[in-house]
């Protein structure tokens, strides 16, 4: 720093642009920065360098708009000051910012800007000599320095005058005191308006008088000005040392040389606009007289604490937390049914059924206007459309809309909150969500019930209940905050693909609404409605560009995805928008290099482009795109053997279809099973097996070497593929005496069938959940005829018409009906060899 002419700063410096405030020489000011440009500085220059040299950075005033402080860089400023950055903090809360402690040093100007990426680079020339802060009180300026001496000597008279009115029991008071002798009456005019107060106006003019003579002319009329205030003060009512600390703005107080790099904090005790803009905001929040009391005395704490102590950051976000909440702010509802019926049809093609709810439960809302309704769980597999759902009910009431993702969730500090001792404490995710949405009655769609987790900190159902609980969520209390908010305004709207694993308190408040798969032709429909259009607009494409035909979508579901709802489909059009975005982006290159040169007369040149087609998706391209198919229907080559048999099972994925195969060896009458299966399942196993043995006779089944019974001398393995997956459940009975009939009697099942149902040790079919989703998943499979308990046939109604159409029903009452439909021609032994007379052929 030092060189031949005096103490120097580097000619180049990084600069701060900051609308903050105004740093002057000799004081220290805190600025928070987070625009782009600044964050660079800071992270490229401050917390890299290594020498001394390299915190010294520029900061210039930027009295523009700060939210047009992005990209290009405004005016600057012509005048700044040099200052070393002497502490940088960095947070990630609430959004990624660093707070610097900048200590002024001295005026300089811009002479040349040198670049502005990543930060503002520039070649300054110094204004202020730096060596002025070396010389002692008694020399420099003095009395006998003609105007220059006098002002600075009526400048140093008004500062003891102010000095003599306040109280120097007050820590700052006195240092103020100690101070004033020992600096030079030079850097008096800096000193004093940064610490009275001023505003940053005023201390602009301050920093733009460069000359020392101006300087202490524009300074003086604004300590006078605090004197007489101070006076009218105290001739109203008696000083106490609340009132001093608020002359002096201590926040951007003083660091005086000697004392640069040795900040002890106490020199920015107490925090006099910020704090007063905070308090502003308290007052004006809005909020209940109990939550006012806790900030009022929040604050009050926040103003006797150094800023340097860790707590004055917490107490500081706490503050800002509760200003900014929604105590009372909401949206207006706007509730029209024809259009709310209009805005779901629109958005949503087929589940009428959740649909014709939903608006029932939007008109009583409209009728009755209080919230006390239950609340609604939409439960299917993923991708079925909940979560758009509720954000369409969202829009039509005119209302914000958040998503909240449980799943996972194991703690109960996420939905409450942290108490506000713990380091890194922050709210729970019910009031973050308030403070995103910004109002307090947001459609909040709690998303994923069932995947909540247990822990040992506690259970988040717990907390949840009582967020749900209209009785309760009045008054829901998190932990971080400590004071009620009024939850009843928030209308939630859950979503699970399982009530299985639903806390049974939960679902207890909750009315479940089941979404369940949809069908091929559905699916297309979806597809061509919805999914397509928004991959095209997602991708910047538009259906001149692109073309898929309904054959294609249809190969697409059929072959490429195997699932109830539409999610991996949309992704699939993603992939091949995305292929043919990059088509089309290379197309427009050729054609613009083709008309660069153009090889014939120029003219021409624009004939080059051919008229724009769009890229049909045809089952080559299909294949190009998406690679071989994922799935083939394999469904017939299975059933080359006697002992396989297919059943349905539902999975809160939707239904599927489910081989169990079965093999004999000879041994000791054993039962083998594999594939991760539950104790129900193995049960069932154990009931087909006896069920078996004891009606061998009837059924002319033997064991392998013709016995009459089927164990004699023969261990049974069943399997049942796709061991990865856990089976449990009763509905598998059925199937496991239909592949263990194949086995015994050495016949094929029939190919084309699939079958659900439980049985009891007497043989009968008792029904079984799931029915819609089990059939859609045989339909999608290419299975032609499915085999159910009787008692489900009601169940049958809810299938699409199309779907009942292609698909023969057989409803079985006992297993005698069950293994006469299952094979082809019937089943030796039972009762109705030749005829089907359960036969509900095209329903
Ligand atoms: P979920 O919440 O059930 O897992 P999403 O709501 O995320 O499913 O739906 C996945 C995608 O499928 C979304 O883009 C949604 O718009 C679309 N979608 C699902 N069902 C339908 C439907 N019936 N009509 C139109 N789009 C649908």
Redesign the pocket.
């Known amino acids: 720093m030092t060189s031949g002419g005096g103490i120097q700063i580097p000619n180049r410096l990084p600069l701060l642009l900051t609308h903050e405030g105004v740093l002057l020489p000799g004081s220290t000011v805190r600025f928070s920065v987070d625009s782009p440009r600044n964050m660079q500085m800071v992270s490229q220059r401050l917390l890299r360098g290594t020498s001394l040299k390299s915190t010294i950075i520029g900061v210039i005033p930027n009295t523009r708009d700060p939210e047009r402080d992005t990209d290009d860089i405004p005016t600057l400023h012509n005048i700044g000051t040099a200052g070393i950055a002497v502490q940088v903090v960095g947070s990630n809360w609430p959004k990624p910012h660093y707070t610097l402690l900048i200590t002024g040093l001295c005026r300089f100007s811009v002479s040349n800007l040198l670049k502005e990426r990543p930060f503002v680079l520039a070649e300054v020339e110094q204004l202020d000599k730096l060596e002025q802060y070396m010389i002692p009180a008694t020399e420099g300026v003095s009395a006998d320095d003609g105007e220059l001496g006098e002002l600075s000597q009526k400048f140093y008279q008004a500062a003891v005058q102010l000095l003599g009115m306040l109280d120097m029991s007050v820590p700052v008071v006195a240092k103020f005191r100690r101070l004033l002798d020992s600096l030079p009456r030079e850097t008096l005019p800096d000193v004093v308006a940064s610490m009275i107060r001023t505003s940053n106006k005023e201390k602009l003019q301050v920093l733009d008088a460069v000359s020392l003579e101006e300087r202490f002319k524009k300074a003086l009329p604004m300590l006078t000005r605090q004197i007489e205030g101070l006076k009218l003060l105290q001739k109203t009512r008696k000083m106490s040392p609340d009132n001093e600390k608020r002359v002096l703005s201590v926040r951007k107080g003083g660091v005086f040389p000697g004392r640069q790099f040795n900040l002890d904090g106490e020199d920015e005790d107490g925090d006099g606009d910020d704090t007063a803009v905070l308090e502003r905001k308290v007052h004006g929040a809005n909020m209940p007289e109990t939550a006012f009391r806790v900030c009022l005395k929040e604050l009050k704490r926040l103003k006797k604490m150094p800023q340097s102590m860790p707590e004055y950051a917490l107490t500081r976000n706490y503050l800002d937390l509760m200003v900014e909440l929604p105590w009372n702010k909401s949206t207006k509802d706007c509730l029209d049914i024809q259009a709310a019926r209009t805005l779901l049809d629109n958005?949503?093609?087929?589940?009428d059924k959740l649909k014709r709810r939903v608006l029932e439960y939007l008109a009583v809302r409209q009728l009755k206007t209080s919230l006390k309704g239950p609340i609604l769980c939409f439960v299917?597999p993923?991708?079925?459309?909940?979560?758009?759902v509720g954000r369409s009910i969202a829009r039509t009431l005119g209302r914000e809309f958040h998503r909240i993702a449980l799943g996972g969730v194991c703690d109960q500090s996420d939905i409450r909150g942290h108490r506000r001792t713990y380091v890194g404490s922050m709210p729970g995710r019910i009031i973050n969500g308030l403070k995103t949405v910004g109002v307090n009655n947001p459609v909040f769609l709690l998303d994923e019930v069932d995947k909540l987790g247990k822990s040992l900190q506690g259970d988040p159902a717990a907390a949840l209940l009582e967020v749900l609980d209209p009785e309760q969520n009045h008054s829901f209390t998190d932990h971080y905050l400590n004071v009620a908010f009024d939850l009843s305004q928030v209308l939630f709207i859950a979503?699970a693909n399982t009530t299985a694993t639903i806390p049974p308190a939960l679902l207890d408040r909750m009315e479940v609404l089941q979404?369940p798969g949809y069908t091929q032709e559905e699916k297309v429909e979806?597809a061509h409605r919805?999914?397509i259009p928004?991959q095209l607009e997602q991708h910047g494409l538009t259906p001149q560009q692109l073309h898929i035909p309904q054959d294609t979508t249809q190969d697409i579901i059929s072959r490429y995805t195997r699932e109830a709802?539409?999610?991996s489909l949309?992704r699939k059009f993603g992939a091949i928008c995305r292929a043919v975005a990059v088509k089309v982006a290379e197309g427009h290159r050729v054609t613009r290099t083709e008309t660069l040169i153009p090889s014939g007369p120029i003219e021409q040149g624009d004939k080059v482009t051919p008229p724009e087609m769009p890229i049909v998706i045809d089952p080559v391209a299909l294949k190009d795109i998406l690679g071989p198919p994922l799935f083939e229907m394999e469904v017939s080559e299975r059933f080359t053997l006697p002992g396989v048999a297919l059943g349905l099972a539902w999975t809160p994925l939707g239904g599927e279809i489910m081989f169990v195969e079965a093999s004999r060896m000879e041994g000791e009458g054993q039962l083998t099973l594999t594939g991760q299966l539950g104790d129900v399942m193995k049960e069932s196993a154990h009931l087909a097996i006896s069920w078996l043995r004891a009606n061998a006779k009837t059924y002319q089944l033997t064991n392998m070497v013709g016995g009459p019974d089927p164990l004699e001398g023969t261990d049974i393995h069943l399997h049942f593929p796709a061991g990865a997956v856990t089976k449990d459940g009763p509905s598998a009975g059925v199937t496991i005496v239909t592949c263990l009939a194949s086995l015994f009697s050495g016949r094929l099942v029939r190919s084309d069938i699939a079958m659900t149902g439980e049985i009891t040790l007497r043989g009968l079919v008792l029904p079984v959940g799931g029915i819609k989703d089990k059939v859609l998943a045989a339909y999608r499979a290419g299975v032609k005829r499915v085999i159910l308990p009787k008692r489900n046939e009601k169940d049958l109604e809810e299938l699409p018409a199309n779907v009942r159409a292609d698909l023969d029903f057989v409803t079985a009452g006992n297993l005698d009906e069950v293994l006469n439909a299952a094979f082809d021609g019937g089943f030796p032994g039972t009762a109705s060899t030749h005829t089907h007379p359960q036969l509900t052929s095209k329903l």
């Open positions: 958005d949503h093609y087929a589940m299917g993923p991708g079925v459309g909940k979560t758009s979503t979404v979806i919805h999914l928004n709802g539409v999610r949309e």
